[in-house]
């Protein structure tokens, strides 16, 4: 069954950094566009990057970018997103999620989504 386990999120200061990993089971990294979305308390959920299949291509939004870079390790089927120089603004749950061999990653077209971690950058 594929499923998705994200791990690395917690409390940080503003400036700092957080990794975030998204190891998949049941399925090959492979064969995957990785995104990562957010949810800020009150806010709806949005989209942060999408690496797409064969991590060629990735796709940063706008208030992350520059500070945020994905990364894969196909032999670990896991998927990374190294967080730089967070802010008070970044504080949501992240969550991966994984397209079936596409290169963007709208909500509509994900396989499958991980449960979600908590970033919370707090003085």
């Known amino acids: 069954q594929l499923q998705l386990v994200e791990s690395g999120g917690g409390l940080v200061q503003p400036g700092g950094s957080l990794r975030l990993s998204c190891a998949v089971f049941?399925?090959?990294?492979?064969?995957?566009?990785v995104g990562w979305f957010r949810q800020a308390p009150g806010k709806e959920r949005e989209e942060v990057s999408c690496?797409?299949?064969?991590?060629?291509?990735?796709d940063y939004k706008r208030p992350v970018k520059g500070r945020f870079t994905t990364s894969r390790a196909n032999a670990e089927n896991t998927a990374y997103l190294q967080m730089n120089n967070l802010q008070l603004q970044d504080t949501a749950v992240y969550y991966c999620a994984i397209v079936w061999r596409a290169i963007a990653c709208p909500e509509t077209s994900v396989n499958k989504w991980g449960k979600g971690i908590l970033v919370n950058v707090s003085s």
């Open positions: 049941g399925g090959s990294l492979d064969d995957y566009a």
């Open positions: 690496d797409g299949v064969g991590g060629d291509y990735t």
